[in-house]
């Protein structure tokens, strides 16, 4: 990626025939593979299997029914408005916890007396399982206009309970414990652009604005590659907060594909039907990473 | 000067709106109901610390603390052994065959756990490890290893190869070298790994709602989730049982935040 590596690849090349074993025996790896392998790799694989049956996950009892729960799924209103609203929340999520994200890393980037406190408050909310700040939120979002944030803006709106906006209500919780994430990893993208660049722009007579945009912002591509890749992959899988908040509700304004699929096998008992939503859900991921991999890579620059 | 000074004090008033969430949470749990009813948003007085009292026992939160720390203790002992040894092999071999499983290892940060959870649910069955410590550590170890193993790899790749080719030079052999000059080095991002995992694992939910549910062996998570149900209502009570299950995570990284921001930058570089 940079010229440092390649410079360093030929060397590595010339001890390598030098030193018989210069690299480690695949014995290493060997441990790491079976557990990833048992745990991970086989029941991905069966997953995919079991998305093509009617199983009930009662018994060994299936058959297989081909494409019948794709067919489903799409004359399933809850599902297919489960995909629609996972991918809304999914922008949402992605476009304001990045953006808030990078605001707060240039804030506590530069020289304040209180960037470090400021850093672990901003980073802390991170550290709290998501059900729990769920529940918290979810009392915040009451519709008593005294309490919580209708109390604080004098607002007497229904967060959680008006279809039209409980979605957005969900985003702004998940952004509230996140933007820290972001902000963390755009703050390590920060400290690795060199000073040298922003003071021979400066010394060419370049603006704030205008050394954002052609120092540092290109400089920031690694971080924002990995910051858009998780929290995209986050958004699609979001399960703990609509569970806890909403549990899909009301009606089934912030139903998501998770929360579908785990509905359709641990309460209608059809997990057959289930692992199909999930193979969806999985297809999807892939596909935005891939995605996102291939261009934002692209655009990545070496130092 | 005067720009920093500016800036500085919107930071700070962001950083207030931020706390607000937090500020509820605390003054809540110290609020009987009475003052809740009455007060929502003004600052407990008198403090009470009744809730907290109600909360612990009617939480169950003592044994689900030890399950917690145990599964996620040992998990991250896994994690960090498995997920270092197989990152060495990783970023030091240049064959296509190591290139091909670094790429299968990353190929788990993106699947989503939930298309293998069924087959898994039946895998830790039929080994009758559902409903223990041991089912849920095995678990942790396999679904966290691609992160782990991302995160080393591109550390060590960015560390020189000399040290180790110093140690072979002298005598050592690769398990040796790794032990005794590699694995000090990777100290930072030791941390980081320690750090994000020990969240994940120690706040996950639906793993042991679906795995341990109603086994006994419930997590901090599980346990909190089933309390909230019962206690809806009694806001108190129940912010006083969020507080109490938070804080063991909280503490940990407050303890060691400091390496939490550095360890970012490190791996990031890597």
Known sequence: MTPVTAGRARPAHVRRRRFSAASPSWLFAAPALAVYALIVLYPAVAGVVYAFTDWSGIGRDMSFVGLENFRTLLGDEQAMGSIGNTLLLTVAIVVVQNGVGLLLALGVHAKLRSRALLRVIFFAPVVVSPVMVAFLWKYIYNPDPSAGLNGLLGLEVDWLGDPSIALWSIAGMVVWQNAGYSMVIFLAGLEGVPRELHEAAMIDGAGTGQRFRYVTWPLLAPALTINLMLSTIGGLKLFDQVFAATNGGPGYATETLSTVLYKQAFVFGKFGYSTAVALVLALFVAAVSLVQVYYLRSREVAV | ?270
């Open chain 2, 1 to 270: 000067m005067r720009r920093t000074f500016v800036l500085e004090i919107v930071m700070i008033a962001v950083a207030v709106a931020f706390l607000f969430p937090v500020y509820t949470l605390v003054s809540l749990a110290l609020k009987d109901p009475g003052q809740i009813a009455r007060s929502p948003l003004a600052p407990p007085d008198p403090p009470t610390f009744d809730n907290f009292a109600g909360a612990w026992s009617a939480a169950a939160l003592g044994p689900s603390l030890v399950n917690s720390t145990v599964i996620t203790a040992a998990s991250l002992v896994a994690l960090i052994a498995l997920g270092s040894f197989a990152a060495y092999f990783l970023a030091r071999v240049q064959t296509r065959l190591g290139y091909g499983l670094y790429v299968l290892f990353l190929l788990g940060i993106v699947l989503p756990f939930q298309l293998g959870m069924i087959p898994l649910y039946e895998l830790v069955n039929d080994l009758g490890l559902i409903g223990t410590h041991a089912g849920m550590i095995l678990f942790y170890t396999g679904i966290q290893l691609p992160f782990t193993v991302f995160l080393y790899t591109g550390f060590i790749r960015a560390l020189p190869r000399e040290y180790a080719s110093a140690a072979q030079i002298d005598g050592a052999t690769h398990l040796t070298a790794f032990t005794r000059v590699v694995f000090p080095l990777l100290r930072p991002i030791t941390g980081t790994v320690l750090i994000l995992n020990a969240v994940f694992i120690w706040n996950d939910f639906f793993t042991p709602l679906v795995y341990l549910g109603g086994s006994g062996y419930e997590t901090v998570p599980v346990s909190v989730f089933a309390y909230v149900g019962q206690y809806v209502s009694q806001h108190g009570l129940v912010f006083a049982g969020l507080v109490l299950g938070a804080l063991p995570i909280v503490l940990v990284f407050l303890a060691l935040q400091r390496y939490v921001i550095k360890g970012f930058a490190s791996g990031l570089k890597g």
